[in-house]
């Protein structure tokens, strides 16, 4: 049954969104003594960001932090939605269904945190990392398996490409066949 509802809700997505800070990295932030930070990204991620560009779908980040690092990483995946700094997640997700003409339902979040619940309520599909509080992982649709900074993204993405038929096609034109 859920399966047959994780179809439904992924064949109208247009467009996936991910917190930054415990999903696309494990949280940790390396602040250095010039100011600087560094973060760590899952390159498992990265390529399942560039497999959903390549079934038509369009990412992005939303995250409460700004920084050099993320700006930096979505410009390598070619995000079409980069919203850093963000105090309400919920008014940048409005704010982004509106300038791209989406609705809720054409919106797919991943969230770790308490902070992302108000954003849950505006997309028609929300997902987790393993690592998240109780109350997260109770209000998301998927919870992954996988934690934070982890490939839990790449994890999620690839549900949603399984669920739309679009998985093996895509990795056929990647020259990948599956045994």
Known sequence: MKDELLARRCQALKLVLSDVDGVMTDGTIL??????EAKAFHVRDGYGIALAHAAGLKTGVVSGRRSPSVERRAAELKM????????????????IRAELGLGPEEIAYIGDDLNDLPAFAEVGLTATPADAPFEVKNQAFMVTEARGGQGCVREFLEAILRARGDWEKVLLGRGITLG
């Open 31 to 36: 602040l250095f003594a010039d100011g600087e």
């Open 80 to 95: 079409a939605v980069v919203r850093l700094g963000v105090s309400d997640k919920r008014a940048a997700i409005i704010e």
